[in-house]
């Protein structure tokens, strides 16, 4: 991969460190899986919405029903 030094990529493991990460480094998007281990991907979701963080969130996942729908809408 050719790298870009206006683009910097972390990864996290599961969701605790998803937040680790986010409350480190200034995340502008996140690309969230719903069913990540410890830390799932609504309760990620929500910690940063109630902290009024502007991070874009991507939330990608295979089995998201209409109830849980609402955690991602703006």
Do not use: R
């Not at 719903?34 to 991907?41: A, S, Y």
């Amino acid at each position: 991969m050719k790298e870009n030094k206006d683009i910097e990529i972390k990864e996290a493991s599961n969701g605790v460190k998803a937040l680790q990460i986010c409350s480190a480094v200034s995340v502008d998007v996140l690309m969230l899986d719903i069913t990540m281990p410890e830390l799932d991907g609504f309760n990620v979701a929500n910690y940063l919405k109630a902290h009024s963080s502007q991070t874009v969130i991507i939330a990608i996942s295979s089995n998201l029903d209409d109830e849980n729908k609402k955690v991602f809408e703006s």
